[in-house]
Each structure stands twice: as C-alpha cells, then as structure tokens.
C-alpha cells in the first residue's frame, strides 16, 4: 500500500523536474561554484518576470491557445507606465492604469479570437505587433526613464533572503493555482480545452470565457511588466520581445498540453527554471551566448518531441 | 393506467431546404420507455432535440404535465427536468468525475471557492444509487473507459432530478457487456417513474427495454406500436417505406476474376484481426457488423490511411500493399467515405473541382489546367448524376448531403478504378437520393467494377450485396452469399451481434 501511494506521488512528478535535477547535476560537476546559494537566488531573480508571465500564458494553452502578444504586453507596460509618471501621474497609480490596459489588450485578444473563432496565434501575433508599434511610438523606439525609490523596494528588499519581487512571483502563482484548481473560471477554462460543447451545453458561455482567460493573462502580463521595469529600472519598448515564445516553451515543458486541456502552472514552474538555470549554467560554464539560443531552442524541441512520442506511442 | 408526462402535437421543423419533421405526434408516460426509430436522417434525432428545447419547432406545441411549454433552449427543458443522455459524450476529460457532474452547478464554500468535498460527496452517493460505487468521483474523466464515462454522463443527467431522459443513441460506443448494464440502468430509472425517450436503429434492442415504438420515416411519423405487437419484418418495411425488394435494384451479372483479395490482414490497433476478404469484377461484396466490428478500419487499411501490420493485398492477383492513399489510388482503388465533410469533399471548393480532384493528372497530364474543360467534365457528370444544382462553380457546402455525396461518386467515376469501396455511402442522405445510389452502384457493378459496400444499415446491405461478410470484433466470421437460406436479416443480424458463424461456407 506504502509502496504504491509512493509510485503514484512519483507519477505526479513532471518529467521536467527530473531533467532539471540531471542539469543541475551536470553543471555543478562542471563547475564547483555553480552549487551555491547565491546563484541560486541569482537564478530565482533572473527567472520572475518570465515565471510570472509563463504562468499566464499556461492558462491560455490550457484553452488550446497561445498569446504571442504577451511579451509585447510586458514591453509596453514599462514603456506606459514611464510615459505616465513622466506626466506627472504617481507611480504606482500609473502601474494600476497599465496593469488595466493590457487586461483590456487581452480582453480584446480573446474576443477577436472567441467572436471570429480565427487561430489564436494569428490573432495575437496581429496585437503583437500593433501593442510593439505603439511601445515604439510612445519612447520614439528609445528607452524611457523616470526614476523612483519603488523599484528598489520591490528588488532589495527581502523576506527570508529572497527579494519581495520573487515573493510577487510566489504570490501570482498561489493566485493562478486557486483559480484553476478552485473556481468555476477555471473549470471553464480546463473545458475550454478539453469540450468546448460540454461548457454550451451546461449553459456557459465559452465567448465569454475566452475574453475573461486572455484578459486575466493580460493582468498577470502587467504584472510582469511592473517587475521588469522594477528591475530595468526604464521603460524598454523592446525589452520583453520573444519571452511570449519561451513562456509557451516552458509550459509546454512543465507538462501542459497544447490539444486537450491538460495540465497545470505547477509544472509551468519547472519548465522556467529549466530554462533559466540552462541559460545560468552555460554562462557560469562560459558558453558563449551565440550558441546558447542553439542549445536551448534543442532542449526545448527534445523536450516536444519526446511528449509527442510518448502520447503516440500511449495511443497505439 | 401511467401518467402522460409528455406530449408533442403537430410538431413540423424545417432545415434549409428540407422538412426534418412533418406534423408529427409523440407521447411519453411515466415509466416507460418509449422507442425512436427509422433511418438516417429520418427526423428521430431531431424530434428528441425538439423535446428537449435544442431546436425550436415552426409549428406544434409540447405539453409537458399537461401544461404547454415553449423552451428557448436546453437550460428551460433542463429546469422541467427533461435531461439528455448524449450520445457523443458532453465531459471535460482533465476534470475530476464530481466537477464534471456539477458543471456550472458548483458548490461553492463561503469563500467562494469550489467546494471540492461537497460535490465528492454528492457524486459518490449518485454514482452508488448506479452501483458504480468503483468509479473515483475524484479522478479525472479521461482516464474512465468509454463505459464509465457513459455512467458519468448518467450520473450527471440524475442529478437534475429528471423525469424525462432522453438517450440518444446510447449503445452505439459501448461493447455488449456494457450494454447490459446499461440496460439494467435504464430498467431501474423506469422503475422510479422516469419516463424514457430511446432513439436508436438498432432492432435487437427494442424487446429487450422498449415498451412502445414509434416509427418516422422522412419526418413523417409512419406509426406508434407497441412492442410485442409488431414483428422486425413489419418494423422494417414501416421504416424503409416500401417493399424492400422495390428500393434496391441488382442485375444479375457476371462475375469475372478477382480484382482484390486480402490475406490475414491485422492492424496495429487490433480493431482487424486475419481478415481475408475477396471481390471479383462486378460484384458488390458487403461487410456487415456493429459499430466498431472494425468495418471501416478494413477500408482504411485497403485504402492506405492505416498502416497494415501483418498480412497481403492482392489486387489482380499481384501483391501489393497500399502504403498511403495515394499509392491506393494508383492501384485503383477509391474510397467514398462515412464522413464526407471530412475525408470525401472539400467543401469550400466548386463542385467542379471536386469533381476532377482525383483525376487531374489523368485529365491534365500536362503541367497546365483548362478551368473550360472542368467544367465541361463536372457538367457532364451534373447530368449523368442528376445532381440537383444551379451551377457546377457552387460550392459543395450548400448541396444537401445526397447531392455531396454525388458529387463524391462523380469525383470516382470520372477517375474510374477497377475497385470501390463503399463505406456507408448512404449515411444522412434522404431515400429518394439513396435509390439513386443503390442504382448507380448496380450500374457501376455491370461495368465490371468490383464494389465492397460497409453499412450499418442491414437492409441496404442485403438489398444490394452478392455476398456479405460478417465481422465481429475484427474478424470475419461468417460469409453468406445471396440466394442462401441464412440471406436475411434474422440470421445476419443474429451473426452480428453475437459473433458466430453458421453453417461454415463449404467453398473457401
């Protein structure tokens, strides 16, 4: 009996921790310094916002979807948010009104997608590129600065040794979980993914459903946004491009499935790690940085692969 | 005497360019369960969906105890606790057994949070008034069988607190074990007063459960009777309309040589086991069985779209094995397929070029395409087809599902392989649009084609077959030619159903 609540705790184990364990392993044989608790805690920093805007994103590939405009969204919030302070609107006033913003941007996002029942990439890779021009015209494509105590605070200051910004990562992730674990919100979004008819059919509306899931990845996205320029310390127009393909990179790695509504932002957690603590080793290691997208594009593509197989080889 | 719980009165629908139903009553009383038949596209689906307030009738009114009622959509019929048991099932498979069954309709704690507990509780009393206490109400759906998800599905409706459920088509997934059990499921609600809508065209069932049958044809109601007093021979012929021997058409022909043969054909999936199957020149070969005997899977491995795992096709005696569709089609094979929306047509395409999607290469064997000429090849098969059309640059989503599937037939016959294989051609498509198929395909068996025709529906069948192989669970088990005593539906159906072979076939 022992044995076997054993078996099925270890079944719940994403793969992805156990590849992260074997990296982990890797590095700090090659390098003595690499098992320490600041670059640890290094690791932690460097991975927030990404962790912040991957669990997001892991809410709407549980939809069947992706939003490619959610880097674009991280961008623009610390692009808005200087533009606003720089007119003389307080600070955290300013984040609220941007965080406000790219709800809307999502908001938008899922009814193109819900209404026109068009690709969500398609969609979202449009508002991509219209979220970029505006970050661009706002800072006439340069960085942006306005300069505030607030983002040391939430950078510096640290509870247990670990900085509040990656207590905020904490905090978004206890949020997304209750939500998919013990809301209706996100019992509707598991069917969004996994029977769409089944929702009609109980008498939910997945239109509606849709445009709450992508606005609720565009408040988490501002989030994101509000820790980056804490960190930046600028408003960067471009800052976050690509990190909407690395959030689905690392969901997809923490086990969520991109066809049937599976899975969930615990292994979402993994997934970044992997990422960043591969991007942090090959530094440490001293890999030059032009072969590290190389290797992390591979690991990522492995890590597709091998699901695929599994899931077809499950299937014969 | 029962309660009348629920009538219909001249109920008429209306779908573009067809009448779904036509004036036509049904009752239902308190325990009972009272039988939906005809064919395809006969209205009997659209009748229960009627019931049930997914479709709004043009005319006629429904009395629901003796009160009228007008439901603007499923919810309303779902507060009068009038329930659906669908036959596609309606489940998120990554939520638990309990989130599932109360669907929009959780328990939620004073936080507001999902009540995990309460709902637990609740579906496991509602899974033990099932006796599938063994189903976890807190694992995900995905990882039930086909049964206990249909269990799942029956728990859900009960938690409604119905008092009528309507099945569609309930047992056409589930094997025959399971099927009794539900059975006994359906038995036990009937005994609690619930009253029981049953649509279904599988005959073998109806004494088994049924009390009273009512019988549609076109969306016409033919009749309501009860079940001992109606024998199957009479039910078919209410069903199908006429005499069966008027609706298919055979003219006797020669058979000349073999065009294709199997030998021991598996697949990877186990759904085809050993299955050795042979058709000559102008002969139509049926195969006959229940859903998921692996009929189609046949076709699919003859036609390339299934890798075959061990086994040989001989077409004209040569050994070949078609890896892909295309490979199929060189060997001259063509496939008209159950799904014509997926496999068949490209619907947002013209009829025209439908028309000539196989045999483009063969009609342009130049790099170059003359639209003038596709059109004058889909007119003349327009003709010869008589399919129902303005012009041939229409698209194929506006024909009705007899006319797509002409233009199916005209795709074929302007490539013209040696062999066809039918897989329910008819499914969907009104009577008067399958006579002419059963009359082209006689045609196309005179030319010396060699057809394989799958069907559900025994009747067509037997009406057009030479011969017919029975398949059971991936095997062929028995072979019955025409004009042999055991040609009927009674012993072909019995075969079906229970797996077992007759007489054995003295030629092999």
């Given at each position: 009996m022992q044995k076997n609540s054993f078996k099925q705790t270890m079944k719940r184990v994403p793969p992805v921790a156990y590849m992260l364990v074997i990296i982990i392993v890797i590095f700090s044989f090659m390098d003595s310094h690499y098992l320490s608790f600041s670059n640890f805690r290094n690791v932690l920093i460097q991975s927030t916002p990404l962790m912040i805007l991957a669990f997001g994103q892991t809410c709407i590939v549980l939809?069947?979807?992706?939003?490619?405009?959610?880097?674009?969204?991280?961008?623009?919030?610390?692009?808005?948010?200087?533009?606003?302070?720089?007119?003389?609107?307080?600070?955290e006033a300013a984040m609220l009104i941007a965080v406000c913003c790219t709800m809307l941007i999502g908001a938008v996002n899922g009814l193109i997608v819900a209404k026109g029942n068009i690709p969500p990439f398609i969609a979202t890779y449009g508002m991509q590129n219209i979220v970029n021009s505006i970050s661009l015209l706002l800072t006439a494509g340069s960085?942006?600065?306005?300069?505030?105590?607030?983002?040391?605070?939430?950078?510096?200051?640290?509870?247990?040794?670990?900085?509040?910004?990656?207590?905020v990562a904490v905090a978004v992730f206890v949020i997304v979980w209750v939500v998919l674990r013990k809301t209706k919100f996100g019992t509707n979004i598991y069917g969004l993914g996994g029977n769409r008819e089944a929702l009609a059919l109980a008498g939910i509306s997945p239109v509606k459903c849709l445009i709450k899931t992508y606005a609720f990845a565009g408040m988490i996205a501002g989030i994101a946004g509000i820790i980056t320029l804490c960190?930046?310390?600028?408003?960067?127009?471009?800052?976050a491009n690509g990190w909407e393909f690395q959030a689905v990179a690392a969901t997809l790695l923490g086990g969520t499935s991109l066809r049937e509504g599976k899975g969930g932002v615990t292994g979402t957690i993994f997934g970044v790690l992997l990422i960043q603590i591969i991007k942090n080793g090959l530094n440490v290691v001293g890999v030059q940085s032009i072969y590290q997208n190389a290797i992390i594009g591979s690991i990522v593509l492995a890590a597709i692969i091998i699901d695929a197989v599994v899931r077809i080889r499950a299937k014969e | 005497m029962a309660e009348t719980i629920l009538k219909a009165r001249h109920i008429t629908k209306l779908f573009p360019g067809m009448k779904a139903l036509d004036d036509v009553d049904f009752d239902l009383q308190e325990g009972e369960v009272h039988i939906?038949?005809?064919?395809?596209?006969?209205?009997?689906?659209?009748?229960?969906?009627?019931?049930?307030?997914?479709?709004?009738?043009?005319?006629?009114?429904?009395?629901?105890?003796?009160?009228?009622?007008?439901?603007?959509?499923?919810?309303?019929a779902l507060a009068k606790g009038i329930v659906a048991v669908y036959q596609e099932f309606t489940l998120v498979p990554h939520i638990s057994v309990a989130q599932n069954i109360f669907l929009n309709r959780e328990y939620r704690t004073k936080l507001g949070l999902i009540d995990h507990k309460r709902m637990e509780r609740e579906a496991q009393r509602l899974m033990e008034s099932l006796n599938c206490e063994y189903i976890d109400v807190k694992s995900h759906v995905k990882t039930l069988s086909v049964a206990e998800q249909q269990m799942v599905e029956i728990a859900k409706a009960l938690s409604f607190k119905p008092r009528v459920m309507v099945f569609d088509e309930p047992t056409a997934t589930l094997s025959e074990r399971e099927v009794d059990s539900l059975f006994a499921q359906i038995h036990r609600l009937k005994k609690e007063g619930i009253g029981i809508v049953y649509v279904s065209h599988r005959m073998q069932e109806f004494p088994l459960i049924g009390d009273r049958i009512t019988i549609l044809r076109d969306g016409v109601k033919i009749k309501?009777?009860?079940?001992?007093?109606?024998?199957?021979?009479?039910?078919?012929?209410?069903?199908?309309?006429?005499?069966?021997?008027?609706?298919?058409?055979?003219?006797?022909?020669?058979?000349?040589?073999?065009?294709l043969r199997t030998q021991n054909l598996c697949d990877y999936k186990g759904k085809v086991k050993n299955v050795s199957i042979s058709v000559r020149r102008g002969e139509i070969v049926g195969i006959a069985g229940l859903v998921g005997a692996g009929r189609t899977e046949t076709a699919e491995l003859l036609y390339g779209i299934e890798p075959v795992k061990s086994g040989d096709v001989?077409?004209?005696?040569?050994?070949?094995?078609?890896?892909?569709?295309?490979?199929?089609?060189?060997?001259?094979?063509?496939?008209?397929?159950?799904?014509?929306?997926?496999q068949g047509l490209a619907l947002d395409e013209s009829i025209a070029l439908n028309t000539v999607a196989v045999s483009l290469k063969k009609v342009f064997p130049n790099f170059f395409i003359s639209n003038k000429k596709i059109n004058e090849i889909a007119l003349d098969y327009k003709k010869r087809l008589r399919i129902a059309t303005t012009s041939v640059n229409k698209a194929c989503k506006y024909l009705s599902g007899g006319n797509q599937q002409k233009v199916v037939l005209a795709k074929w016959?302007?490539?013209?392989?040696?062999?066809?294989?039918?897989?329910?051609?008819?499914?969907?498509?009104?009577?008067?649009?399958k006579m002419e198929i059963y009359g082209l395909m006689d045609r196309l068996a005179s030319e010396g084609k060699a057809i394989i025709m799958i069907s559900s529906e025994l009747p067509e069948v037997i009406g057009m077959s030479d011969r017919i192989y029975i398949m059971h669970e991936g095997e062929i088990v028995d072979e019955i030619r025409r004009g042999s005593e055991e040609f009927n539906s009674e012993s072909i159906g019995a075969r079906m159903m229970l797996g077992t072979g007759g007489t054995e076939d003295a030629e092999k």
């Open positions: 939809t069947q979807g992706t939003d490619l405009s959610l880097g674009a969204q991280v961008s623009f919030v610390t692009v808005f948010i200087v533009f606003l302070a720089q007119r003389g609107i307080i600070l960085s942006v600065y306005f300069s505030s105590f607030t983002y040391r605070i939430v950078t510096e200051t640290t509870i247990l040794f670990i900085p509040l910004m990656v207590w960190r930046v310390e600028s408003g960067q127009p471009i800052v | 939906l038949v005809g064919e395809n596209g006969a209205g009997k689906s659209t009748l229960a969906k009627v019931i049930l307030g997914a479709y709004k009738a043009e005319e006629g009114e429904v009395t629901f105890d003796n009160e009228v009622v007008k439901f603007n959509g499923t919810k309303e309501t009777v009860d079940i001992d007093a109606c024998s199957n021979e009479e039910l078919v012929n209410m069903m199908v309309g006429r005499d069966v021997s008027q609706v298919y058409v055979r003219t006797q022909n020669e058979h000349t040589g073999t065009a001989f077409i004209n005696e040569k050994n070949v094995l078609p890896k892909c569709p295309q490979n199929a089609v060189k060997l001259g094979i063509g496939l008209v397929s159950e799904d014509r929306k997926l016959l302007s490539f013209n392989p040696d062999i066809l294989i039918f897989d329910e051609p008819t499914r969907g498509i009104d009577v008067a649009a």
